[in-house]
C-alpha cells in the first residue's frame, strides 16, 4: 500500500532477519529492529503510531512444560508480565489509534484488565477453530482515549467442518483469503 509504513519490533535476531525478508517479498517498507519491547532503540522509541500489533507470548513460564527448542521458548514463554505489553503498546500508539493483540483465551482475565488500564472501546473477538468448539485464541482491540463501551463480537470459526482430515487445508474462505491472499480482517460492526 502507498503510504503505509510498518515498523517492528523482534527480541529474536533470525526472526527479525525473517521479518525483513517476508517484508521485501511481498514489497512492503519495513523497518524491522532487534530490540527488546523494554528498550526500543530510537526513532521507534518515540514514534505514535496509528495502529500497533502485537502477539505477545501465551503462556506463563511456571504454568507449563519449557519447550526443547530456544526460539520457540522465547516465542511462548512469559518473560515480560502481559500488562507490560500493553502498556508498551498503547504508549507507542497516538489518540485515536489502536491496539490489537492476539493471545490465548485462558489469558482473557489478564488482557481484559491490561486493555482496561490504558486503552478505551476495548473489543474481544474470540477465535474459535471449529464451529461448536470453544474459542482457543482471542483477538483483543483497543483505542487509545476511546469511549466506546466493552464489546464482545460472535467468534469467528477458523475451519471448515467437524474434523481435520487429511494434509489439506480447511480454512473458512475469510481465512484462507487472509492467509495465502494477503485479505483484510476488519473487526465486526463499528469501532
Avoid at 48 to 70: C, E, G, M, W
Avoid at 171 to 182: C, E, F, M, S, T
Amino acid at each position: 500500500m502507498r503510504g503505509l509504513g510498518l515498523w517492528g519490533a523482534e527480541i529474536q535476531p533470525g526472526y527479525a532477519e525473517l521479518a525483513r525478508r517476508n517484508a521485501a517479498l511481498n514489497g512492503a517498507t519495513a523497518e524491522i529492529v532487534t530490540a527488546d519491547l523494554g528498550a526500543l532503540p530510537a526513532p521507534l522509541s518515540q514514534m505514535q503510531l496509528h495502529h500497533v500489533i502485537s502477539n505477545p507470548p501465551y503462556f506463563d513460564p511456571a504454568r507449563r512444560k519449557a519447550a526443547t527448542d530456544p526460539g520457540r521458548e522465547t516465542g511462548l514463554a512469559e518473560g515480560r508480565p502481559l500488562a507490560e505489553w500493553v502498556a508498551i503498546a498503547a504508549r507507542r500508539t497516538a489518540p485515536g489509534g489502536t491496539v490489537t493483540m492476539i493471545q490465548s483465551a485462558e489469558r482473557l482475565p489478564d488482557l481484559a484488565a491490561a486493555m482496561a488500564a490504558h486503552l478505551g472501546s476495548v473489543q474481544l473477538w474470540p477465535l474459535a477453530p471449529r464451529q461448536g468448539r470453544d474459542p482457543r485464541l482471542i483477538l483483543m482491540r483497543g483505542r487509545k482515549a476511546g469511549r466506546a463501551a466493552f464489546r464482545i463480537h460472535a467468534p469467528l470459526v477458523l475451519h471448515d467442518g467437524d474434523t481435520h482430515p487429511g494434509d489439506s487445508e480447511h480454512y473458512v474462505p475469510q481465512i484462507r483469503a487472509v492467509l495465502r491472499d494477503g485479505g483484510d480482517l476488519p473487526f465486526p460492526g463499528r469501532s
